[in-house]
C-alpha cells in the first residue's frame, strides 16, 4: 500500500489534534513534527537530545503553527514511570492525545551473532523494541478517549530484518513488526485507534549513514520526501487502513 494518486492533504487535516513523536529532534522525526505542526497538529517533542528538540521546536514556532511541547526523554534508560510521567504531562498540558509516532531507533553494530555485545545488545532491544511497547502502552488510556486516533511505527527494510550481521537492529525491527501487528489486532475491533508501521525505505538520515558509511548520500531521498506518508498515515485521510506495513518507496 502507499498514498492514493494525487494525494493533496488539507491544510487543516490535523487541526486540533495532538501527537506525539520519539526521535523528534533530527530525521524522518523532524520531518514529520514539522509536517504535522504545518497541517495544524499540536505536538509533543521526545528525544534524548535536548538542543535538536529545542532547534525543530523554533523551527515549528517561526513558522506560525502551534506552539510544541518538548520531553527530553533517553529511550535507553527511561524507566516505566518515565513513560506515565509522560503520559501524564501531555494529560495535563493538553488533555488529549491523537497520534503516536514511535519513530526513534538505535542502530548497534552490524557485526556476527557470535561477538556482538551483549550491552549493546540490550540497548538496541531497548530502544528499538521494549520503550515502544512501554511507551504505547503508557498512552493507550488517551488514545482510547479520542475519536480517531492513530499509532505508527517506522519499521525498515525487509532484509534488514532477515539478513546476516544485522543482529540486533534487524531482530528488534522484526520485533516491532510483530507488536504492531498483535497491537493492531486488539485493538482493531474495540476502539478507534488505526495501527500500522511504515519502511521509509532508504533516506538520508544520521542512521542510514551509520549503517551504510561508504554509500554515496547524495542519491538518496531526503526525510521530507518521505513525510507525506507519515502525514496521510497519522490522520483521518487513512481511516479503515489497519494492520498494515507501508512502502513509501517503491521499488524502481
Known amino acids: 500500500m502507499s498514498l492514493p494518486n494525487n494525494y493533496q492533504p488539507a491544510t487543516s487535516l490535523l487541526k ?3 501527537i506525539l513523536i520519539t526521535g523528534a529532534g533530527d530525521g524522518i522525526g523532524k520531518a514529520a513534527a514539522k509536517l504535522y505542526a504545518q497541517h495544524g497538529a499540536s505536538i509533543v ?3 534524548r537530545t535536548s538542543h535538536k528538540l529545542e532547534a525543530v521546536y523554533d523551527e515549528i514556532v517561526a513558522a506560525g503553527h502551534n506552539e510544541p511541547a518538548i520531553f527530553p526523554l533517553d529511550l535507553s534508560t527511561a524507566k516505566h514511570e518515565d513513560f506515565l510521567g509522560l503520559a501524564g504531562g501531555i494529560s495535563q498540558e493538553f488533555g ?3 497520534g503516536l509516532l514511535n519513530n526513534a531507533a538505535e542502530l548497534g553494530t552490524l557485526t556476527p551473532i557470535d561477538h556482538y555485545p551483549h550491552d549493546l545488545l540490550q540497548r538496541v532491544l531497548t530502544v528499538n523494541l521494549e520503550a515502544p511497547f512501554v511507551l504505547t502502552q ?3 488510556p488517551l488514545l482510547r478517549q479520542a475519536d480517531d486516533a492513530a499509532i505508527l511505527f517506522s ?3 525487509p532484509y534488514e530484518k532477515s539478513s546476516a550481521y544485522w543482529g540486533a537492529y534487524g531482530i528488534s525491527k522484526q ?3 510483530a507488536f504492531m501487528l498483535i497491537l493492531a489486532d486488539e485493538l482493531e475491533n474495540n476502539t ?3 495501527v500500522n508501521s511504515i519502511n521509509p525505505g532508504p533516506v538520508r538520515t544520521r542512521l542510514r549513514n551509520l549503517a551504510y558509511p561508504a554509500e554515496d548520500m547524495t542519491n538518496l531521498v531526503m526525510p521530507d520526501d518521505v513525510a507525506l506518508h507519515y502525514l496521510y498515515m497519522m490522520s483521518p485521510d487513512s481511516q479503515g487502513i489497519h ?3 507501508i512502502e513509501a518507496q517503491t521499488a524502481k
Do not use: F, K, P, Y
Open 138 to 140: 503508557a498512552c493507550l
Open 96 to 98: 488529549r492525545l491523537d
Open 243 to 245: 494492520g498494515q506495513i
Open 45 to 47: 517533542l521526545t528525544g
Open 16 to 18: 486540533d489534534r495532538v
Open 155 to 157: 519499521s525498515t527494510e
Open 175 to 177: 520485533g516491532l513488526d
Open 192 to 194: 478507534h485507534i488505526r
